[in-house]
């Protein structure tokens, strides 16, 4: 029975053994995997920061070229304005001259009248 009794310790002894092996083996895998699992969630993190940054760099340039489109658009008014006020004056000399004409005409078709 002794070599019975040994055997069996034998067995014993080399199954706690294997699930000694087995618990840390597992106890290494699940801590591979929350590992990974953190290294994913911090690159994923990180790849949305850096896609909200250039989000907010693509808002900012669409700003910027909205402005200068604004300011652009500004001074096209501001010189379509004093081409208008230039013409406009232009126009009152024309017709300041052409009143002065069409007076002096009156005038000197009145004064021929009157002679005769």
Do not use: C, P, W
Request: charged residues 35%.
């Amino acid at each position: 029975m002794d070599k019975d009794t040994l055997n069996f310790k034998s067995i014993i002894s080399s199954l706690e053994k294997r699930m000694e092996e087995e618990s840390r083996f597992r106890t290494r895998s699940e801590e591979d995997l929350r590992v990974y699992a953190d290294q994913k969630i911090d690159a994923l993190g990180e790849k949305m920061k850096g896609e909200e940054r250039q989000q907010l760099e693509r808002e900012k340039r669409l700003m910027q070229q909205l402005q200068e489109g604004l300011s652009t658009v500004n001074e096209i008014i501001k010189g379509a304005k004093e081409q208008n006020l230039i013409s406009l004056t232009h126009q009152q000399t024309v017709l300041g001259e052409q009143m002065r004409e069409i007076a002096e005409v009156v005038h000197s078709t009145k004064g021929n009248l009157e002679q005769r």
